[in-house]
């Protein structure tokens, strides 16, 4: 049943963002936060852009002007690169000491501070 709450999430989330052209990342990384450890949902938020995009290029691939995608592709291949490797640093920094904000007392990693998530490991 989760599977399928996850999918449907997914799908509903890239059916809005289809003309709106944002929130793709912030529609389904809660639901994938809620079921599963905040890694691996960031990676099923990338699937999901990734899943996103190729349905964009299917319907939209004969009005596209491919000098301009090859310009906003090359940076952007560039720094997701870039932060991919900085989610992989943090990582592995220390763990901080407890901290809490809005009343919440949480004790987590770097990584988790950066990112304001208290979900346990």
Known sequence: MELILIGFA???ASGLTLLSGFGQGTA?????????PLQLAIAATAVVHFA??????????QQTDWS???????P????????????AFFDQLPRVGPSG???LSASGTTRKELLGSYAPD
């Open 10 to 12: 997914a799908l509903l």
């Open 28 to 36: 389904p990384m809660p639901v994938f936060a809620l079921f599963f």
């Open 76 to 87: 952007a291949a560039f720094t997701a690169t870039l932060g991919a490797g900085s989610l």
């Open 68 to 74: 301009v995608v090859v310009k906003f592709s090359l």
């Open 52 to 61: 996103n995009n190729l349905f964009k290029l299917g319907l939209m691939a």
């Open 101 to 103: 904000h809005h009343g």
